[in-house]
């Protein structure tokens, strides 16, 4: 993602709305959620994280928040994490859960403006930009 918004603006895309009523109502009524990924896909990561290390940077990995409920209903989630350590060496830092507040959400897997900032703020807390 960092790369796509390399020279392109992103003060267009924070979403405004909040998760709506249906969507709370029925995240239980979803079926379980996989995270797509591949063995290259992790390879690639692995690269740009060594190629981010030998550049001097201070390579950090997380898992964003995801609404709460939907998040309860990844079934491999555990399993990327740990792939994702495995190829790359590094802590996942895993902040699926840290919004817990709906009013954080736009959908189940997009914070929105009000949400973003307790994340950031976290992440700040966290050291995560350091």
């Known amino acids: 993602r960092s790369l796509y918004y390399l020279n392109k603006s992103d003060e267009d ?11 709370v109502k029925n995240v ?13 896909m992790l390879a690639e ?9 030998s550049k001097g940077v201070n390579v950090h990995l997380v898992i964003n928040p995801y609404y709460p409920a939907f998040a309860k209903q990844i079934e491999n989630l ?4 740990e792939k994702v350590t495995a190829a790359t060496g590094l ?7 840290e919004v817990e507040d709906k009013r954080g959400f736009a959908d189940y897997q997009h914070l929105n403006k ?10 700040m807390i966290d050291g995560i930009f350091d």
Request: charged share 30%; no cysteine.
């Open 13 to 23: 895309w924070l979403l405004d709305r909040e998760i709506n009523d249906f969507m």
């Open 28 to 40: 239980q009524q979803e079926e379980p959620y996989n995270i797509g990924f591949t063995n290259e």
């Open 45 to 53: 990561l692995a690269a740009l994280v060594q190629l981010g290390k």
């Open 78 to 81: 555990n399993e990327l994490r």
């Open 91 to 97: 802590h996942v830092h895993d902040y699926s859960l």
């Open 114 to 123: 009000y949400g973003a900032r307790r994340y950031l703020d976290r992440l």
